[in-house]
């Protein structure tokens, strides 16, 4: 039995909590050998990050437990979002309660969301290659796979996948 999940917009006190969980997340999948990498250091930036994109919180008895991006086309947040679709990056559960429902029940608020904003027919997101529980969680909540729009982090051959679902 899952203990009620409230998703909601992050404000300034959940700052903290997403950089640790977005830091915890991406190190213990793997990403990245440590915290000071670049890309960790930009991404657990949340303030900044709050001032370009839309992040929301996943929260559990009053325990901020997870966190996603929200991005339009156009926006500095945005890699891939074509016109009419919500994009949707950095989603993370905390790896202490990862399994437990709160990742999917971000992506379904997520696409609830998109449906509500004017001219959108499409959520996309990018996920690594390599995060097989990603990937089965965009499978379980109706996203499919556009191999032809996949890409590269720049300066790298680490291929990124993009996966979409229709509203």
């Not at 679709?85 to 609830?112: C, N, Y």
Request: glycine share 8%; no cysteine.
């Amino acid at each position: 039995m899952h203990q009620q999940l409230t998703i909601r917009p992050a404000v300034e006190a959940d700052f903290a909590a997403i950089a640790r969980i977005t830091g915890d997340s991406y190190l213990s999948a793997g990403y990245f050998d440590d915290a000071a990498h670049p890309y960790m250091v930009k991404i657990m930036d949340v303030a900044e990050r709050a001032r370009q994109a839309t992040i929301w919180v996943a929260e559990r008895q009053g325990t901020v437990i997870g966190s996603v991006t929200l991005a339009l086309a156009g926006e500095p947040y945005a890699d891939i979002a074509l016109q009419d679709e919500l994009e949707f990056r950095m989603l993370v559960v905390d790896p202490a309660v990862q399994r437990s429902g709160a990742g999917k029940a971000m992506v379904e608020a997520i696409v609830a969301h998109a449906r509500t904003l004017p001219g959108i027919t499409g959520v996309a997101l990018t996920t690594g290659s390599e995060w097989e529980s990603a990937h089965g969680l965009y499978r379980r909540t109706g996203f499919h796979r556009v191999p032809e729009r996949d890409w590269f982090v720049p300066g790298t051959d680490t291929k990124l996948l993009v996966y979409r679902r229709s509203l």
